[in-house]
């Protein structure tokens, strides 16, 4: 298996602009998961879905993000009106689903906001 | 509610010498512990894991014992490379019993070997 693909694995966009960010988890994978990981905050879930519903945003830390899952293979992370303080590097994972199972990460995308 | 503590870093160790990492939880029953680490430019990746008390996870000469009496599970290697350079993360995992799924991490601790 390739593993979870993300992409682009960087993005350099001004403030303002929008940003969509994508992934495609492990086949047969229930959970998918986006994390964001700064020096000043580390690493925070953001939001995750079960069989491509959304389960749980409550980290998700504006209405300037949007996340959704069309199908099993694909999901998106987007940003609009991105700004400065959203520069990270933006993980996802997806999970098979049972307790004690690890979660499979991607390379992650960092985003550069100017 | 859930939480990890884990040693601040960062922490410089010169090749060869003997590494403890700390890492304490709170959770109620038994979760999953695991042990992830992340490379410079990468995501991060499972190191390795206990599911229940008493477990010990190992891996390319790391351990870890599930201490469910101190509520730790210290990440352990006699003798460290210059390529266990990176970052170390302890996390909690979901209860068997219950239907959330997330992983709960530690801020992570920065390794450095010296040759």
């Known amino acids: 298996d390739a593993g979870v693909i993300q992409s682009p694995r960087h993005e350099v966009t001004e403030m303002g602009q929008e940003v969509t960010l994508r992934c495609k988890p492990i086949?047969?994978?229930?959970?998918l998961f986006w994390y964001r990981q700064t020096m000043m905050r580390g690493l925070e879930l953001l939001i995750y879905?079960?069989?491509?519903?959304?389960?749980?945003d409550s980290g998700m830390p504006e209405d300037r993000f949007s996340a959704k899952m069309p199908n099993a293979s694909f999901s998106t992370l987007k940003i609009q009106p991105s700004e400065p303080r959203d520069s990270a590097v933006y993980f996802c994972a997806s999970t098979p689903g049972l307790a004690g199972d690890e979660q499979y990460f991607g390379p992650g995308t960092r985003l550069t906001v100017t | 509610g859930d939480s990890v503590t884990q040693m601040e870093g960062p922490v410089t160790l010169s090749e060869e010498a003997f590494l403890t990492i700390n890492c304490t939880y709170t959770?109620?029953?038994?979760?999953?512990l695991f042990w992830y680490v992340q490379y410079p430019g990468e995501g991060l990746q499972l190191l390795l894991k206990?599911?229940?008390?008493?477990d010990k996870g190992s891996n390319k000469g790391f351990e870890a014992t599930y201490r469910k009496e101190t509520t730790s599970f210290h990440l352990e290697k006699g003798s460290v490379q210059v390529s266990d350079s990176a970052v170390y993360f302890c996390a909690l995992g979901p209860l068997s019993s219950g239907s959330a799924r997330q992983l709960t991490f530690g801020s992570g601790t920065q390794l450095t070997v010296l040759p």
């Open positions: 879905f079960n069989n491509n519903v959304p389960i749980d």
């Open positions: 959770a109620t029953g038994y979760p999953s």
């Open positions: 086949s047969g994978h229930d959970y």
């Open positions: 206990a599911t229940k008390a008493d």
